[in-house]
Nanobody
């Protein structure tokens, strides 16, 4: 069992930056692949970025070059650095830990990009 708690969301102007954090507890963090997802009002949840247990990363096209996912296994934490934010990045952002048939989600953190 893995418990995930996201933080770092908030209101930011277009072009600004935020760093989201997801702190994990309850199991061996380093063995899990981690992902950041987001869900905007009226839309389906979508994958934003993933990082494997070995550190390989992938991104949805809309955030490539602007967002960076990273992990610190010593701190049991995964991060999402978001730069050059756009209004269309507004959503609730969720952290996910997964491996084989196991999936665990955090409660989400709101990111609002608006002037």
């Amino acid at each position: 069992q893995v418990q995930l708690v996201e933080s770092g969301g908030g209101l930011v102007q277009p072009g600004g930056s935020l760093r989201l954090s997801c702190a994990a507890s309850g199991s061996i963090f380093s063995i899990y692949h981690m992902g950041w997802y987001r869900q905007a009002p009226g839309k389906q949840r979508e994958l934003v970025a993933e990082i494997s247990s070995r550190g390989s990363t992938s991104y949805v096209d809309s955030v490539k070059g602007r967002f960076t996912i990273s992990r610190d296994n010593a701190k049991n934490t995964v991060y999402l650095q978001m730069n050059s934010l756009k209004p269309e990045d507004t959503a609730v952002y969720y952290c996910k830990a997964f491996k084989a048939v196991y999936n665990y989600w955090g409660q989400g953190t709101q990111v609002t990009v608006s002037s």
